[in-house]
């Protein structure tokens, strides 16, 4: 069994290279930037915020990328 990690990204706090208005596409955009980077993560939107599921193992890697994409 796989420990699984939730990030939850509010978006109030997304920066403007995010379109605000098309959280469904700004969750699209987070998965396939993990994704590129071999991080099994699933990102959704959840309301209020977003929510990014991932295997524990690949945190500090997904970290990473949610840095670089300054989401963190």
């Known amino acids: 069994m796989t420990a699984i990690t939730t990030i939850r990204i509010d978006h109030a706090e997304l920066p ?3 379109d ?9 955009a987070i998965e396939t930037a993990l ?10 939107d959840v309301i209020s915020h977003f ?7 690949q945190l500090a890697a997904a970290s990473n990328v949610l840095a670089e994409l300054h989401l963190i």
Do not use: Y
């Not at 605000?20 to 699209?28: H, I, K, T």
């Not at 590129?36 to 959704?44: L, V």
């Open 16 to 18: 403007d290279q995010f």
């Open 20 to 28: 605000r208005s098309r959280p469904d596409a700004v969750a699209a």
């Open 35 to 44: 994704r590129e980077d071999g991080i099994k993560a699933e990102a959704s």
């Open 51 to 57: 929510k990014i599921e991932l295997p524990t193992t």
